[in-house]
T-cell receptor
Framework: GQNIDQPTEMTATEGAIVQINCTYQ??????LFWYQQHAGEAPTFLSY????GLEEKGRFSSFLSRSKGYSYLLLKELQMKDSASYLC??????????FGKGTKLSVKP | GAGVSQSPSNKVTEKGKDVELRCDPI?????LYWYRQSLGQGLEFLIY????????KSGLPSDRFSAERTGGSVSTLTIQRTQQEDSAVYLC?????????????FGPGTRLLVL
């Protein structure tokens, strides 16, 4: 079967670093996406990893290990506006996207 | 430049009626996805178009749902004989490769309410 797991909720403090993990088991793999979604809004693209390793984009970094079926999204220097849901999604061999249920991150002052 | 646009932004319909939702992807993007998000739920994949290939319809919940993409650009998602459980936000996304990076962008969504 196909399965994407990520924690349901996380809480962190403004200015801190938080790591959101995602593990996946899918039939075929063609890349992994991370999205940010604020309540009531459409998801916003954050990153795409297809090769192993760390991709850094400003305060956000995403890591992928294909052999372990594992990814994480790292958020540094947390700001209150980073409070949102973070969705992990894997592209299967047919190009379809399989989403996790999302991690709701609450940033507290 | 223009992003992904969708219309209508909101749609209220009566149970049993047909609805048509439209998506205008970013120009040049070859891939187009439809999803829906019910209240409090995660994103649910519906259908995927890639270039001129046959679409991946594996996510369509029933045969009341269909989608087409004309000329490799605009897409319409049609729901026939709508049911109350079809109420959701329907999101369209298009993706392309920019500077060697696969990038996907979502439209603002169509909020569908079936009474």
């Amino acid at each position: 079967g196909q399965n994407i797991d990520q924690p349901t909720e996380m809480t962190a403090t403004e200015g801190a670093i938080v790591q959101i993990n995602c593990t996946y088991q899918t039939s075929g793999f063609n890349g992994l996406f991370w999205y940010q979604q604020h309540a009531g809004e459409a998801p916003t693209f954050l990153s795409y990893n297809v090769l192993d390793g760390l991709e850094e984009k400003g305060r956000f970094s995403s890591f992928l290990s294909r052999s372990k079926g594992y990814s994480y999204l790292l958020l540094k220097e947390l700001q209150m506006k980073d409070s949102a849901s973070y969705l992990c999604a894997v592209t299967g061999s047919q190009g379809n996207l399989i989403f996790g249920k999302g991690t709701k991150l609450s940033v507290k002052p | 430049g223009a992003g992904v646009s969708q219309s209508p932004s909101n749609k209220v319909t009566e149970k049993g009626k047909d609805v048509e939702l439209r998506c205008d992807p970013i120009s040049g993007h070859t891939a187009l996805y439809w999803y829906r998000q019910s209240l409090g739920q995660g994103l649910e994949f519906l259908i995927y178009f890639q270039g001129n290939s046959a679409p991946d319809k594996s996510g369509l919940p029933s045969d009341r749902f269909s989608a087409e993409r004309t000329g490799g650009s605009v897409s319409t998602l049609t729901i026939q004989r709508t049911q109350q459980e079809d109420s959701a936000v329907y999101l369209c996304a298009s993706s392309g490769t920019e500077r060697g990076q696969e990038t996907q962008y979502f439209g603002p969504g169509t909020r569908l309410l079936v009474l």
